[in-house]
């Protein structure tokens, strides 16, 4: 593979693993809420001295840190829909989150910043072995894991990564790769979760088929995909570009990072689509600082964690005023534009 | 009259006086050139020890130094169309010019910031005077002063004050003051002469009689109305924001604000319309900084004035280039909108 900046479009990485014990039937079939707290109890008895894993009960959970939870994409709407039989265990560096009772027994989840399959799926490889090691886990020989859902059957694996592409999603690139992916057994849904749509550019490629293929090949079918498709971003920034021409592409950047910094109020929405100008800046040169620094924002920014920074819960148009200051003196911090750096951009045209 | 805050309103005063000698023809009479220029001649010898006033021959003023002096309002597109005949003298504080057959053998004008209709017209009357001593004004006891257009006849008195009228021109409120005016024998036109749009919300009001009133009756009845109007455009300001409310109101401003400092191209009319924005910020106290340091960006980031301060003309592209730095650099000197600023805006709301 030729050497591709995937710094500046690869933003996080995620594996998952769907699976079932043997001696229980599926949560949705567990006929007591105490067998279903069994497993609770058992895994994080089991769990317990591997990682500084905090156990959560969904039942007693506050409404709010079940949503905050969620907007970190460390449980799933389904782990509070079943919030009487649910928990999830997630590590203090919340990498790594086991959710307990959703639609499978358990999902076992490592989540990191940046662009490293092998290295997640290693992490969450060795929680399972150690799962495993004392709760059998419900195997067939022909078929691999059992799931609650056919699609997870097999090998119950769900690599993904988050990908940043604003050039692909603004030009019609998208369409081709989106067909290309599906072509593969893959799939590009917008980053906030299936049927969302791309709000801020940020799509995440991931298998479709877990079954009748090994783990390392699913591995290596989504690496693959996630070089090609940089690859095509990368190429299609510079054609933007060329197409709008150096000082209306400069001005369209800047002017976003304009607005971003100083407005007094700006809703979710508005917010990621200036993010994705601003952070398209900075991989572009235009703009100083990383992308790393900006995407702490797409998380910070959403509603339930500005509650959470806030100490209290804030009505819509509170949040939107606390997002803008925030963010006004987050960015003016970041130093993305400074007298010289603007001296710069206007020699280099 | 009440106390109104004029300092947000009004931004220059011009008086100006349209005078012929009666031992010469009117200008678009005169026969030769020689007597056009003895004229100059006269003048020029006169005033030596008045001010410390330039003469320039429009015959030999490069056409950009004649541009940047219209610009600023110093000369008018008929004296450079008289060019073979017409000269101006300019103090070199740049309050005086007396301009030297344009449709009149003079049109001499006193220019200043703030609003002072008096002082202007002392000090201009003072020139006249002088000029007066030793070259007899054609001037006929009945009418008054002989001028080349009858809507000069009388006084020759032009008293104008130029206001900055975002609240009324964004709301219906101008056509009710255009009426008003026009009822009192006054006028309101864009602030870039005759039939110009108001660019920047900037309105001039002046006296359209020149006959049959003393100069003191128009000089008070152009201060009325400028008193008028000014109060009813701080009142419409507040409504202003009430209406929009104060989170709609502050954010337009600081959206307006974070554009135009940021920025990578910008043209003149754009230009306009943020800067007017941001001043509208500094009157209603949203901004700090004062509406005299941003209406200095009004004069110099006009085409010609661009020119001058390059060294070399700039193609219209390269202008706007130039525009957007050296106003983000200018309004960054500024500190219209410091950390602590913003801190105050998100407390008071």
């Given at each position: ?14 594996v998952?693993l ?7 039937p599926?949560?949705n079939?567990?006929k007591?809420?105490?067998s ?7 895994l994080s008895?089991?769990l317990?001295d ?10 007693t959970?506050e409404p709010?840190?079940?949503e905050?939870l969620?907007?970190?994409?460390l449980?799933s709407q389904?782990?509070i829909d079943n919030k009487k039989y649910s928990?999830v265990?997630?590590?203090s560096?919340?990498k790594i989150?086991i959710?307990?009772?959703e639609?499978?027994h358990?999902r076992?989840?490592y989540f ?13 490889s060795?929680i399972d ?7 059998p886990?419900?195997?067939d020989k022909?078929?691999g894991?059992?799931?609650?859902c056919?699609t997870?059957?097999g ?8 990908l940043?592409?604003?050039a ?5 690139g998208?369409k ?7 072509n593969?057994?893959?799939?590009a849904?917008g980053?906030?979760?299936?049927g969302s749509?791309?709000e801020g550019?940020?799509?995440q ?14 591995l ?5 995909a ?6 095509k971003?990368?190429?299609e ?6 197409r ?13 990072y304009?607005?971003l910094?100083?407005c ?6 508005q ?5 994705a ?12 600082g990383?992308?790393?620094q900006?995407d702490v924002?797409?998380?910070e920014m959403?509603?339930?964690n500005i ?7 804030l009505?819509?148009?509170?949040k939107?005023l ?17 007298e010289?750096k ?5 020699s280099?045209?």
């Open positions: 593979m030729s050497a591709v900046d995937f710094e500046n479009v690869a933003v996080s990485t995620r998952r769907a699976r079932n014990f043997s001696d229980y599926f949560p079939r567990l007591s809420e105490e279903a707290l069994e497993i609770v109890d058992l008895a089991q317990k591997v990682e500084d894993f905090k156990l959560h009960y969904m039942d959970l709010e840190k079940a905050f969620k907007e970190r994409n449980i389904a782990l928990a265990l997630i590590s560096d919340r989150s959710m307990i009772n639609e499978d358990i076992e989840q990191m910043g940046g662009f490293d399959l092998n290295h997640a799926y290693e992490r969450i060795g072995d150690i799962i495993s090691e004392t709760i886990f419900a195997y022909t078929l894991y059992l799931t609650a056919p997870n059957l090998t119950g694996l769900r690599a993904s990564v988050m940043f592409l604003p692909l999603a603004q030009t019609d998208m081709a790769v989106v067909r290309d992916l599906k593969a057994g893959l799939t849904r980053a906030f979760g299936e749509s791309a550019h940020l799509f490629i991931s298998n479709e088929v877990t079954l009748g293929v090994s783990e390392l090949k699913l290596q079918a989504v690496e693959k996630v070089c090609i498709v940089s690859a971003e990368l190429s920034r510079e054609r933007l570009v060329e709008e021409g150096y000082t209306a592409f400069t001005d369209r950047i800047l002017r976003a304009g607005v910094s100083n007094f109020t700006i809703d979710f929405s917010f990621m689509q200036l993010l100008d601003v952070k398209l800046g900075v991989a572009m040169g235009i703009l100083d990383s992308l790393q900006l924002l797409l998380t959403r509603p339930a509650d959470r920074m806030n100490g209290s819960p009505s819509g148009a509170e939107d606390y997002r803008a200051e925030y963010v006004g003196r987050a960015l003016h911090g970041m130093e993305l534009l400074t010289s603007r001296s710069k951009l206007s280099e045209r």
